[in-house]
């Protein structure tokens, strides 16, 4: 079975640029969640989905930070414009059903350089 | 100050050695999640714990989740250079929602 898919896995950019990252969760799992890494901070939820839904975009650090799902099969993390700061790898994950009853399971992440 | 403390931050075994990793909230732990890094991937999922005194293995690793549900800990017995990455462990630590509070991570190597 294939696992999310994220793409693309690097991506560097210069400092005002826009940038979108993807996300193809496994099939049928009907939440999505999108972290960041860095060294400093460790691992963050950004926002979660429910059935294509955001439920909790608390950890959007800021404005310049959206994400979508249009459909289930499909979700966009988009940075604009982006700053070094947004230098991080950033993950994907789906689940099938709540937390508790089963547990996330991630992609490979993107590593976005701002420079 | 981190919600979720990972003990040791790093660890250098032997090839054959056994090793435990901890975690520790201050906070009750409603579900308590192990999972596995190497570098440039993502995470595995290797255990999860939800009730106090839980434990499960799987292969050589055995998760466990104390009776006050605020400690857990994974061990590897018979290290092998497999078992070399980044653990992780992701809590609950809310009850009822669905986001997940990550420890620091402990970085393990194995050496032959």
């Known amino acids: 079975d294939a696992g999310v898919i994220q793409s693309p896995r690097h991506e560097v950019t210069e400092m005002g640029q826009e940038v979108t990252l993807r996300c193809k969760p496994i099939s049928g799992h009907d939440y999505l969640f999108w972290y960041r890494q860095t060294m400093m901070r460790g691992l963050e939820l950004l926002i979660y989905f429910n059935n294509n839904v955001p439920i909790d975009d608390s950890g959007m650090p800021e404005d310049r930070f959206s994400a979508k799902m249009p459909n289930a099969s499909f979700s966009t993390l988009k940075i604009q414009p982006s700053e070094p700061r947004d230098s991080a790898v950033y993950f994907c994950?789906?689940?099938?059903?709540?937390?508790?009853?089963?547990?996330?399971?991630f992609g490979d992440g993107t590593r976005l350089s701002i420079l | 100050s981190q919600e979720l403390e990972q003990s040791p931050q790093s660890l250098i075994v032997q090839e054959g050695k056994n090793l435990t990793i901890n975690c520790t909230s201050s906070k009750t732990l409603y579900g308590l999640y192990w999972y596995k890094q190497k570098y440039g991937e993502g995470l595995i999922f290797l255990m999860m714990?939800?009730?106090?005194?839980e434990e499960k293995s799987h292969e050589k690793i055995t998760a466990k989740l104390d009776e006050k549900k605020q400690q857990s800990s994974l061990h590897i017995t018979a290290s092998q250079p497999s078992h070399a990455g980044i653990y992780l462990c992701?809590?609950?630590?809310?009850?009822?929602?669905?986001?997940?509070?990550f420890g620091t991570g402990t970085q393990l190597k194995v050496e032959l």
């Open positions: 992701g809590a609950d630590l809310r009850g009822g929602g669905n986001k997940l509070t």
């Open positions: 714990l939800q009730k106090g005194g």
């Open positions: 994950a789906s689940s099938l059903g709540v937390l508790g009853n089963q547990p996330q399971h």
